[in-house]
């Protein structure tokens, strides 16, 4: 114990250097954006007007990105949960009552194609058993996430096989867990439309890049990552309770 909150402690100490790093760079934008912005609105020579429509193109994205960096949520981890202030309000979610974690991969690209360069961050929502949804996309997500993940899978487990002992099916989204078979929405289908697919030692499930892969043996789903609450879960029943091979 005492040596996760070691670690506890030094993940929030590099976290919260990062978020001070990003308000800085927020600051010092519209320390330049917005007089740049009154020089192109009050420019009047020729010269000085296409000095201005420049300095007006330059400070105008250097304001917003400015502004969305300011706007961001802040997140505070403690050792029973997380907090995230918005706006006006501080949201408080304990661990024992998150019900659904959803989580994406972003990439942010620098061409038309991904490549090595590309900057992959991490799209975290939150969802507490009253419905209140928070999203974290600021870095340091991805942690986050993991820890989210390590507080909340023991519970979450044992939720999702005592459902399926009394109902006998647990939704994850376009897919659910069934002791009939894996339950799924076929690509390209409506939401409404659902097959079944037995069991089998066949069938092969994992997840890469933000998307979900499940191998029916004649057939391959794929979906996205953001669409499947609770994901760790979801593979560790298939693994655990119906011997689905990890991909």
Not at 65 to 81: A, D, H, K, P, S
Not at 217 to 246: A, C, H, K, M
């Amino acid at each position: 114990a005492v040596e996760n909150d070691m670690n506890l402690g030094a993940f929030w100490e590099e976290y919260r250097s990062k978020n001070r790093l990003q308000h800085g760079i927020a600051v010092g934008l519209l320390l330049i954006g917005v007089p740049g912005i009154l020089f192109a609105l009050f420019s009047f020579g020729i010269g000085e007007k296409f000095v201005g429509v420049i300095a007006l193109a330059l400070t105008s994205g250097m304001v917003v990105t400015g502004v969305r960096l300011i706007r961001g949520n802040i997140v505070e981890l403690y050792q029973g949960g997380v907090t995230v202030a918005r706006r006006q309000e501080k949201i408080t979610l304990p661990w024992d009552e998150i019900k659904a974690i959803y989580f994406e991969k972003v990439r942010e690209m620098e061409g038309f194609t991904p490549s090595v360069r590309d900057r992959v961050t991490t799209d975290l929502r939150l969802i507490r058993k009253d419905g209140v949804e928070v999203r974290i996309t600021e870095p340091g997500a991805s942690q986050i996430f993991r820890q989210a993940v390590e507080a909340t899978l023991t519970r979450l487990l044992e939720e999702t096989r005592r459902d399926l002992s009394e109902r006998g099916k647990v939704d994850f989204g376009p897919v659910a867990i069934s002791r009939q078979g894996l339950i799924y929405q076929p690509p390209l289908s409506s939401p409404s439309t659902r097959k079944t697919e037995a069991w089998s030692p066949l069938m092969a499930a994992g997840f890469h890049d933000g998307t979900l892969c499940i191998n029916l043996g004649n057939e391959q789903l794929e979906y996205q990552t953001s669409e499947i609450p609770n994901l760790e879960v979801f593979l560790r029943v298939l693994q655990e309770d119906y011997s689905v091979t990890p991909i």
